[in-house]
């Protein structure tokens, strides 16, 4: 049997993906090719879910048409830094995910937990779609993004511009791109180890 040996990433990685990178409220005006974003989900992709399930779907807003029609749904607060980022990804989840899992998790059929049981299924799309929303963010750190997750929009106002036909709901927003410096603010503390953790 091989065997490979892991190694922890480099300071300047991991200052990239967690130390030195920030939640962004201003963005330049870079644009965001097709490409980077086909890359950005080839990515994000093979990270974990349950069962495989890979219940999110994404939808990169980015023409003007596009944001016009996202913005009335965006709170006050948002709205300036939601247009003027490159590129806003929609995070939802589709609340029949559970169809594709005789493809993606072949290992014994799953789909009749979810098929029959509404609430395990809701609770299983949010709880993964959030994780994959992660996901993206780490993703667009690694490509040398930033990225500014945010959860201030009407959900229902969301839903019915992008996902009239229900199947689809939206989890929340990651505006993408390039930071403007002067919308970084200070970094908020962290807890401590002790605060939030303990070792069994």
Known sequence: M???SKEALHDG???QLFRHARTVH???PDPISDATLHQLYELLKWAPTAFNAQPARWVFVRSPQA???LQPALSAG???Q???APVTVIVAQDTQFYQHLPEQFPAYDAKPLFEGNAALAQATATRNSSLQGAYLTLAARALGLDAGPQSGFDAQAVNQAFFPDGRYQVNFLVNLGLADPAGIFPRGPRLAFDDVAKIV
């Open 2 to 4: 091989t065997t490979t």
């Open 13 to 15: 990685a991991l200052n």
């Open 26 to 28: 201003a963005f330049r």
């Open 67 to 69: 944001k016009a029609k």
């Open 78 to 80: 948002n709205q300036a």
């Open 82 to 84: 939601t247009l003027a």
